[in-house]
Nanobody
């Protein structure tokens, strides 16, 4: 089993910044993809950003230029630096990791990000 522990969410004003972290532990083996999804009230969960084992990144159009995803392979940790935050970024943010000898997807418990106008 793999455990994902997220941190860094909170309340921030429009234009502010937050940095999310997600540390993976347990049966980690050859982690393929790490990333972040988010879900706002009444909406479907959506991709925010992902990063591959070769550091290839992919972002949702809505966050390009404002958010940056990175990973520390030695610590099995993925980060999401969020700048120029907008009220529409308000959501629960979920860490996502694909790892294991048989690649398996795991989800974090979610961390709330609230951007006030």
């Amino acid at each position: 089993q793999v455990q994902l522990v997220e941190s860094g969410g909170g309340l921030v004003q429009t234009g502010g910044s937050l940095r999310l972290s997600c540390a993976a532990s347990g049966s980690i083996f050859s982690t393929k993809v790490m990333g972040w999804f988010r879900q706002a009230p009444g909406k479907q969960r959506e991709l925010v950003a992902i990063i591959s084992s070769s550091d290839t990144t992919n972002y949702a159009d809505s966050v390009k230029g404002r958010f940056t995803i990175s990973r520390d392979n030695a610590k099995n940790t993925v980060f999401l630096q969020m700048n120029s935050l907008k009220p529409e970024d308000t959501a629960v943010y979920y860490c996502y990791v694909v790892t294991g000898r048989t690649p398996t997807a795991y989800w974090g418990q979610g961390t709330q990000v609230t951007v006030s106008s």
